[in-house]
C-alpha cells in the first residue's frame, strides 16, 4: 500500500476527502468531470458519501476502499465519487432522502449506484468486504450491480426515472399547505409529551438524540402557559443528558448522540452544531429555572469549545471533533478503566470518583469490556453518606481528580479535530455565544461577546458578499451558500446588531435576507428551497428541495420564518410577515405529522402570532440602575427577544433608523441620560419602568404577548 500513488484527492480542501487520497481508487469528487466520463464510457457511478467524523465510514475505507481487489473492480466497472456532507449538504440530503426511499436505510456512510446522469437505481449503508451477518459482502454486490447495469439497464432507467419523480415530488412538500392556525403547536406538544421517556429524560427510546428545538419549545410554551409538566420535561432531559455519558463529564460538551436510553454510551463523536444548539438550551433552562447545574452545564459547553472547537486567536468555530483516533478504537480517549483511574489518582480520590462515575472492573463499552464511560451514578451528599465524610470535602475531591483525569486523558492520542468552518455552523454558535454573553453576563459573558462578534466580523469579510450572501464555509474555493447558510447567517448578524447596535450588521442581515427572498422564495407556493435559483445544476437528482425536519440542524425553513419576523419587527416591512405567513401555510398541513422533528416550526409559529418582544433600555453606560434593568431585561427567557442598551454617549444615532414604528415614537420621549426600559412588542408598547422586577414580570407573565394583540 505504501507504493501506492495518490489519486486526485489530494488536493481536496475536505479533510474528509483527503483522507481517501492514498487509495487506490480513482476517485472524482462530486462534479461535472465523473458524470462526463461515466457517459463516455458508459459505467454506472458508486457514490460514496460520507464524514470524517464517522466511524463506520473509515471502516468501508480500511476494509473496502483500501483493498485492491475490490478497488480493481471499482476501478473497472465504476466511475467512483466520493462526497464529505458536511462539505456538500445539498448532494447528501437528495441521495439520503433516495437511497432511503430504496433500501429503507440512510445514514453514513451512504453508498449509492447510479446511472451516468446521476440517478440513482440502488444503494444502502455500510457493506462489509465480505458476506457477513447477513449483509451481502461489497464484492458480491459491486458485480451484481455492475451485470446488472450491462444486463438490465432499461429496467435500472425505469426505475431511477421513477425514484427521481418521487423524491422530486416529496422533497416540493406538494399538498402540504393549509391555512395556518396556531393549533398546531398544540399537536407538536402532544406528540413530543407522548415520546417523553419519564424515566430517562429525553424522546423516544434508543438510539436517544438531543432534539434541542423540541426542549426550546417546551421551555417557551411554558412560559406563556405556565404548564409545570412542560418545564418538567424540559428541565428533566437537560439534566439527565448533563449527568449522562452523552455529556464529556471532564471537558464538557455533547457528543453527537446516546445508543442507549439512557443516555450513558454515545457515539463519541462532538458535532459543532449539536454543542451550540445545546449551548441555548442550558441556556434558556438556567433562566426559567435558576437551576445551577444548568448554567454550569452552559459553562462547561463554552470551555470545551473555546480550548478545541475554535479558532480564538483569528475567529472561528471548527466543525467536529471525531470519536477514534484509530479503527480499533471506539472512544477509547474519553474512556476509562478501573486500573488507569486507580494508576492516575490517589486512593481516596479514585475512591470517590468510581462512585461518583460509576467506574467498575466491567463498564460499558463492548468492545472492550474494561472500559468505563463516565457518567454520574451518584450526588456527592450520597457519597459523603457512604464514606461517612463530609460533602463539601467530597466536592473538592472530585473537582481536584477531575482535573489529574482530565490533564491524564490530554497525554492520549487525540481524536481528529476538523477546522473547516462552514457558516451555518458558525452562525449558530455565533447566536449561541451572544446568547450566552447575555445571560451568564460578567467575565465569561464578555469573553464570549468578544468571540462571537470576532467570529461573525470574520464570516462576513471572508465568505459574505453583497451579490451572494454567505459561501458554504470559510477558506479554500468559494463553495455556493445553501439555504442553511444565508438563513443561519441572517439570524447571526441580527443577534450581532442587537448587542452592539451597529447598523453595518443590520444591513448585512437585511440584504441576506433579501438575496434569499430573490433567488431561494417559491413565490407562488411559499417556502425556500435549499439552492438558490441560480446554482448551476446538480446533476440527475437535481430535484427542487424544501428542507423543513430538524434534522440534524433546525430546519432552514423554519429558521427562515424566524429571520423575517425578526426583521419585519425591525422594518414594518409588510413583505417580511407576508412571507413568513405564506411559509407558515406551506407546511400547516404536514407540520403536525412531524411533530418533534419539526419543533423550530412550532417555535417559528409562536413568534409569528406572539410577535417579537423589543426591549429597549436607556441611560450612562456605567448607571448601575440601568444595569439592573438590562440584568432583568437579559435574566427572561423568551424566543426572538432582544434587548437593545441605548446610552446617553450619543453614540447610537446610526441605529435608531433601525427600529419599530412604535419605538421610534417613544425614544424622543425619553431622558437618555435616565434608566428605564421600554417594552414593545408588534405596534405596541408598555409604559417605560425603571423597576427591574416590574420589568422580569412583564416578559415573563404574558403582558407583552397582550399588548401585540
Known amino acids: 500500500?505504501?507504493?501506492?500513488?495518490?489519486?486526485?484527492?489530494?488536493?481536496?480542501?475536505?479533510?474528509?476527502?483527503?483522507?481517501?487520497?492514498?487509495?487506490?481508487?480513482?476517485?472524482?469528487?462530486?462534479?461535472?468531470?465523473?458524470?462526463?466520463?461515466?457517459?463516455?464510457?458508459?459505467?454506472?457511478?458508486?457514490?460514496?458519501?460520507?464524514?470524517?467524523?464517522?466511524?463506520?465510514?473509515?471502516?468501508?475505507?480500511?476494509?473496502?476502499?483500501?483493498?485492491?481487489?475490490?478497488?480493481?473492480?471499482?476501478?473497472?466497472?465504476?466511475?467512483?465519487?466520493?462526497?464529505?456532507?458536511?462539505?456538500?449538504?445539498?448532494?447528501?440530503?437528495?441521495?439520503?432522502?433516495?437511497?432511503?426511499?430504496?433500501?429503507?436505510?440512510?445514514?453514513?456512510?451512504?453508498?449509492?449506484?447510479?446511472?451516468?446522469?446521476?440517478?440513482?437505481?440502488?444503494?444502502?449503508?455500510?457493506?462489509?468486504?465480505?458476506?457477513?451477518?447477513?449483509?451481502?459482502?461489497?464484492?458480491?454486490?459491486?458485480?451484481?450491480?455492475?451485470?446488472?447495469?450491462?444486463?438490465?439497464?432499461?429496467?435500472?432507467?425505469?426505475?431511477?426515472?421513477?425514484?427521481?419523480?418521487?423524491?422530486?415530488?416529496?422533497?416540493?412538500?406538494?399538498?402540504?399547505?393549509?391555512?395556518?392556525?396556531?393549533?398546531?403547536?398544540?399537536?407538536?406538544?402532544?406528540?413530543?409529551?407522548?415520546?417523553?421517556?419519564?424515566?430517562?429524560?429525553?424522546?423516544?427510546?434508543?438510539?436517544?438524540?438531543?432534539?434541542?428545538?423540541?426542549?426550546?419549545?417546551?421551555?417557551?410554551?411554558?412560559?406563556?402557559?405556565?404548564?409545570?409538566?412542560?418545564?418538567?420535561?424540559?428541565?428533566?432531559?437537560?439534566?439527565?443528558?448533563?449527568?449522562?455519558?452523552?455529556?464529556?463529564q471532564l471537558a464538557g460538551g455533547f457528543h453527537r448522540y446516546s445508543v442507549d436510553e439512557r443516555w450513558l454510551v454515545p457515539h463519541f463523536e462532538k458535532m459543532s452544531y449539536d454543542n451550540s444548539e445545546l449551548l441555548k438550551n442550558y441556556l434558556h433552562g438556567w433562566q426559567v429555572t435558576q437551576n445551577p447545574f444548568l448554567r454550569e452545564t452552559a459553562e462547561s459547553i463554552i470551555g470545551w469549545v473555546n480550548d478545541v472547537l475554535s479558532d480564538q486567536r483569528s475567529g472561528g468555530f471548527y466543525a467536529s471533533q471525531d470519536a477514534d483516533y484509530c479503527l480499533s478504537d471506539d472512544g477509547d480517549y474519553f474512556t476509562w478503566t478501573l486500573d488507569e483511574v486507580r494508576e492516575g489518582l490517589l486512593p481516596d480520590e479514585a475512591r470517590i470518583i468510581e462512585l461518583y462515575y460509576d467506574v467498575e472492573a466491567r463498564g460499558e463499552m463492548h468492545h472492550n469490556p474494561a472500559k468505563n464511560v463516565l457518567w454520574v451514578a451518584r450526588d456527592p451528599a450520597a457519597i459523603a453518606k457512604t464514606l461517612g465524610g463530609d460533602e463539601t470535602a467530597v466536592r473538592l475531591t472530585i473537582a481536584r481528580a477531575k482535573g489529574k483525569m482530565l490533564a491524564g486523558r490530554l497525554r492520549r492520542t487525540t481524536p481528529y479535530i476538523d477546522t473547516t468552518m462552514y457558516i451555518s455552523w458558525n452562525a449558530m454558535f455565533v447566536s449561541a455565544y451572544l446568547e450566552a454573553a447575555r445571560v451568564l453576563r460578567g467575565s465569561i459573558g464578555d469573553r464570549c461577546r468578544e468571540f462571537a462578534l470576532k467570529t461573525v466580523d470574520r464570516m462576513v469579510q471572508e465568505a459574505w458578499s453583497k451579490d451572494k450572501g454567505f459561501a458554504h464555509r470559510i477558506g479554500g474555493p468559494r463553495l455556493g451558500g445553501s439555504l442553511d447558510d444565508q438563513v443561519f447567517g441572517v439570524i447571526a448578524l441580527l443577534d450581532a446588531y442587537e448587542t452592539t447596535l451597529n447598523p453595518r450588521y443590520f444591513h448585512a442581515a437585511r440584504r441576506t435576507l433579501d438575496h434569499v427572498l430573490e433567488y431561494h422564495a417559491d413565490a407562488e407556493g411559499g417556502g425556500f428551497f435549499d439552492r438558490p435559483s441560480n446554482a448551476p445544476p446538480l446533476g440527475g437528482l437535481d430535484v427542487r428541495r424544501k428542507p423543513f425536519q430538524d434534522s440534524p440542524t433546525p430546519g432552514a425553513n423554519s429558521v427562515a420564518i424566524i429571520a423575517l419576523v425578526r426583521m419585519h419587527a425591525f422594518t414594518g416591512d409588510e413583505r417580511y410577515a407576508?412571507?413568513?405567513?405564506?411559509?407558515?401555510?406551506?407546511?400547516?398541513?404536514?407540520?403536525?405529522?412531524?411533530?418533534?422533528?419539526?419543533?423550530?416550526?412550532?417555535?417559528?409559529?409562536?413568534?409569528?402570532?406572539?410577535?417579537?418582544?423589543?426591549?429597549?433600555?436607556?441611560?450612562?453606560?456605567?448607571?448601575?440602575?440601568?444595569?439592573?434593568?438590562?440584568?432583568?431585561?437579559?435574566?427572561?427567557?423568551?424566543?426572538?427577544?432582544?434587548?437593545?442598551?441605548?446610552?446617553?454617549?450619543?453614540?447610537?444615532?446610526?441605529?435608531?433608523?433601525?427600529?419599530?414604528?412604535?419605538?421610534?415614537?417613544?425614544?424622543?420621549?425619553?431622558?437618555?441620560?435616565?434608566?428605564?426600559?421600554?417594552?414593545?412588542?408588534?405596534?405596541?408598547?408598555?409604559?417605560?419602568?425603571?423597576?427591574?422586577?416590574?420589568?422580569?414580570?412583564?416578559?415573563?407573565?404574558?403582558?407583552?404577548g397582550a399588548a401585540a394583540k
Open 578 to 704: 407576508n412571507f413568513a405567513q405564506k411559509t407558515l401555510e406551506a407546511f400547516a398541513g404536514i407540520a403536525p405529522q412531524y411533530g418533534l422533528f419539526a419543533a423550530t416550526y412550532g417555535l417559528a409559529a409562536l413568534l409569528f402570532a406572539r410577535h417579537p418582544i423589543q426591549v429597549v433600555i436607556t441611560g450612562r453606560a456605567e448607571d448601575p440602575a440601568a444595569r439592573s434593568l438590562e440584568a432583568a431585561a437579559n435574566g427572561v427567557y423568551r424566543l426572538g427577544k432582544s434587548v437593545l442598551r441605548f446610552t446617553a454617549a450619543g453614540s447610537d444615532g446610526a441605529a435608531l433608523e433601525n427600529l419599530p414604528a412604535a419605538l421610534k415614537e417613544t425614544l424622543p420621549h425619553l431622558q437618555a441620560d435616565r434608566a428605564v426600559a421600554v417594552v414593545c412588542a408588534g405596534q405596541s408598547c408598555m409604559p417605560p419602568t425603571n423597576d427591574p422586577a416590574q420589568l422580569t414580570a412583564m416578559l415573563e407573565n404574558g403582558v407583552v
Open 1 to 248: 500500500m505504501a507504493s501506492q500513488p495518490e489519486n486526485r484527492l489530494k488536493d481536496s480542501v475536505s479533510p474528509y476527502l483527503r483522507s481517501a487520497a492514498h487509495q487506490p481508487i480513482d476517485w472524482y469528487e462530486w462534479g461535472d468531470a465523473a458524470f462526463a466520463r461515466a457517459k463516455s464510457e458508459n459505467k454506472p457511478v458508486l457514490l460514496d458519501i460520507g464524514a470524517v467524523w464517522c466511524h463506520w465510514c473509515h471502516v468501508i475505507d480500511r476494509e473496502s476502499y483500501e483493498n485492491t481487489e475490490i478497488a480493481k473492480i471499482i476501478n473497472e466497472h465504476f466511475v467512483a465519487v466520493k462526497v464529505d456532507r458536511d462539505e456538500r449538504p445539498d448532494v447528501d440530503a437528495r441521495y439520503q432522502s433516495a437511497i432511503s426511499a430504496l433500501s429503507g436505510q440512510g445514514g453514513w456512510p451512504l453508498t449509492g449506484f447510479l446511472l451516468p446522469d446521476g440517478k440513482p437505481f440502488y444503494g444502502g449503508t455500510y457493506f462489509p468486504p465480505d458476506d457477513q451477518g447477513g449483509r451481502p459482502g461489497f464484492r458480491r454486490v459491486l458485480l451484481a450491480v455492475a451485470d446488472s447495469y450491462r444486463q438490465k439497464r432499461p429496467d435500472l432507467e425505469r426505475a431511477a426515472n421513477s425514484l427521481a419523480d418521487a423524491v422530486a415530488q416529496a422533497e416540493m412538500f406538494n399538498g402540504a399547505r393549509a391555512k395556518f392556525d396556531l393549533s398546531v403547536v398544540d399537536e407538536q406538544i402532544q406528540s413530543i409529551t407522548k415520546l417523553f421517556d419519564i424515566r430517562n429524560g429525553g424522546f423516544g427510546q434508543s438510539p436517544k438524540f438531543p432534539h434541542a428545538s423540541a426542549i426550546d419549545l417546551l421551555l417557551e410554551r411554558y412560559q406563556e402557559t405556565k404548564e409545570k409538566h412542560l418545564l418538567a420535561m424540559a428541565q428533566t432531559t437537560l439534566e439527565k443528558m448533563a449527568r449522562g455519558g452523552v455529556f464529556d
